[in-house]
């Protein structure tokens, strides 16, 4: 049990590489929105507005925007879950947001594939970013809490740090499904990513129940401490 405080146990650290890889596998696809979605934006969407034309970097602004204006209704929304008792977990929660970027892509399918070859509407443009960011806050807000969560005393800053490694591992990865841009049919490529999103939420959920105890573990060891820290107490008290 002291292994929590002093480094990491075995169930904690497979449960960490796990999230580690999901999440890599979750950024192939995301990541893709500054890479094949704006590619995409620039050649397939139609954005002119009137006699305006919108230029293709308010669209790339739109994603830090949305996570400004959403993440208090969504805060919000989880706070009123916790005090009826129908929140979900943390894991559960990532793989909510994983289905929601799959979601996402397939709405990008479709329009590609119902253009025909023809610009689609900005709006669909929009309406993606707006799919895409819900499904964002779901997943990489909780992931990172779930390292500080599960971070040993000694080794906090560190654990904390080696969550971003999964942004370096997906970029990697994202590279890759993006060399397949030039291969696929455009309305196909978007389906492919919206599959790796699916895949990523099946491996976050199946993840969850090994999450569950490894959290009640950290649980019972720190209820453990307080009743140890309130006996110490109590025996100087009488002491003195």
């Excluded at 929590?4 to 979750?26: E, N, S």
């Excluded at 500054?34 to 006699?51: E, P």
């Excluded at 970029?171 to 030039?182: E, N």
């Excluded at 939420?201 to 969850?208: V, Y």
């Amino acid at each position: 049990m002291s292994s929590f405080r002093d480094g990491f146990d075995r169930p904690t650290l497979m449960l960490l590489g796990g999230l580690l890889l999901a999440v890599t596998v979750f950024r192939s696809a995301y990541e893709q929105v500054g890479n094949t979605v704006a590619l995409w934006a620039n050649s397939g969407v139609d954005r002119a507005a009137g006699s305006f034309e919108i230029p293709m970097t308010w669209f790339q602004s739109l994603n830090p925007l949305l996570v400004i204006l959403m993440t208090p209704f969504l805060l919000a929304r989880w706070r009123r879950q916790a005090a009826a008792g129908t929140e979900h977990s943390p894991l559960h929660k990532m793989a909510i947001g994983a289905l929601v970027v799959a979601g996402a892509y397939v709405l990008l399918a479709v329009v590609a594939g119902w253009q025909d070859g023809a610009r689609a509407s900005w709006l669909w443009l929009a309406a993606f970013f707006v799919v895409l960011t819900t499904g964002e806050l779901y997943i990489l807000p909780n992931g990172l809490g779930i390292f500080a969560r599960l971070a040993p005393q000694r080794l906090g800053a560190s654990t904390v740090a080696s969550w971003f490694f999964a942004t370096f591992t997906g970029s990697l990865a994202g590279g890759l499904v993006g060399s397949l841009w030039s291969v696929l049919p455009v309305p196909a490529y978007f389906a492919l990513l919206a599959v790796i999103a699916a895949a990523a939420a099946l491996f976050l959920r199946a993840l969850d129940t090994p999450a569950r105890a490894v959290f009640a573990a950290r649980a019972a060891l720190d209820e453990q401490e307080a009743a140890v820290a309130a006996a110490t107490n109590d025996s100087e008290a009488i002491r003195v």
